[in-house]
């Protein structure tokens, strides 16, 4: 009798050892879109559930961001039922807001996961990332000169999410899908070069090429290790958070922090006063930072929200910009600075 093909094999043992942590009476959702790498985790999860007798089901999303786009999804809902996944929904979202498409894109694919699971009880939705989709994002944060976090890339485990093929290479799905005859759709935003990611992929064939195979795995070997490390910077920046209490905060007392430290409290204190929390760049910590390391009477600094961090008499407080007030015997129309005739319009 012969075994499975060894990438269909490896596929499923991932899964296998990721639904352990789950009673195999909840519901477990794999997001599928249709393409190999989904495809073939749908594939697992359908055998998993099969042979283990837990609750499986999937959820594909219809971005309808191009003409055909209900029927692709369509056609996916049925390759997932055909497998045995049980239930299998469909959600439409609209594409807007901003960070661009790909942003956009994502957080309203996630908010479609988040809903669905709600819907169904689910506790966990899989993803298909692979060994590839975690090199690209790690050779992105090199790019933006982003920090350890960035650099972790994708974690294996997140709230509701899991990723159990992240040990797993983009070749090994597809050779999983040949090898169960399923026959999965690229989706051509996946090749067009006027997205960041398609360039990054683009790119890190041309370094395989040229620096020799590894490199993908190699990168991805780095995300592991600096996850441990940003994990404990993390800790430490929660350990801090507790002690500083509510602000104003003495200067003497962030200062005192060490740097990789203070910069994770930096977007702490900003987040827990009301920024948007990816919205907070390394250029808002370093410009808050500024105020206490090259302090020279500066004015505020302005975070997204809008908030406002200033310095004043040895503390540091973070708020929303204080409200202008327009003089009792006028009104915004009839100031001089706001008329229609003015110069400066």
């Known amino acids: 009798m012969t075994g499975p093909h060894p990438a269909t ?17 909840q519901l477990v959702l794999v997001a599928c879109s249709g393409g190999a790498d989904s495809l073939a985790l749908a594939e697992a999860a359908a055998f998993v559930a099969d042979h283990t007798q837990r609750r499986m089901g999937a959820v594909v999303v219809d971005h309808q ?30 594409v807007t807001g901003p960070g661009g498409p790909e942003s956009a894109a994502r957080d309203a694919r996630y908010a479609a996961f988040d809903r669905v699971a709600r819907a169904t009880g689910a506790v966990a939705v899989l993803l298909g990332h692979t060994r590839d989709d975690q090199a690209e994002q790690v050779l992105l944060g090199l790019v933006r000169g982003a920090g350890a976090r960035s ?29 169960e005859q399923l026959t999965w759709w690229d989706d051509p935003m996946n090749d067009d070069p006027g997205y960041l990611r398609v360039r990054a992929r683009r790119a890190l064939v041309d370094l395989e090429r040229d620096l020799g195979p590894g490199v993908a795995a190699a990168l991805a070997r780095s995300a592991d290790q600096l996850r441990e490390d940003a994990d404990h910077l993390d800790a430490l920046a929660d350990a801090a958070l507790a002690t500083l209490g509510d602000g104003p905060w003495p200067v003497g007392d962030l200062a005192a922090l060490p ?48 908030l406002e961090v200033t310095r004043a008499d040895g503390r540091v407080s973070i708020a929303p910009p204080a409200r202008v007030e327009w003089p009792r015997t006028g009104t915004p129309d009839s100031h001089p600075a706001t008329r229609a005739d003015d110069k400066g319009v």
């Open 9 to 25: 094999a490896a596929v499923r043992v991932a899964v296998r050892a990721q639904l352990e942590e789950f009673p195999a009476d």
């Open 259 to 306: 740097r990789p430290v203070r910069t994770r409290v930096w977007r702490r204190l900003a987040v827990v006063a009301g920024a948007p929390a990816g919205q907070v760049s390394t250029r808002h910590t370093e410009a808050c930072d500024a105020l206490l390391t090259r302090w020279h009477g500066q004015g505020p600094v302005s975070l997204p929200g809008p």
């Open 151 to 179: 650099l972790s890339g994708m974690p294996r485990t997140r709230d509701r999410y899991r990723r159990p093929l992240l040990g797993l290479s983009r070749e090994q799905t597809r050779a999983a899908c040949t090898a």
């Open 65 to 94: 961001l191009f003409e055909g786009s209900e029927r692709v999804a369509g056609s996916v809902a049925s390759q997932c039922r055909d497998l045995g996944l049980d239930p299998v929904v469909v959600e439409r979202v609209v």
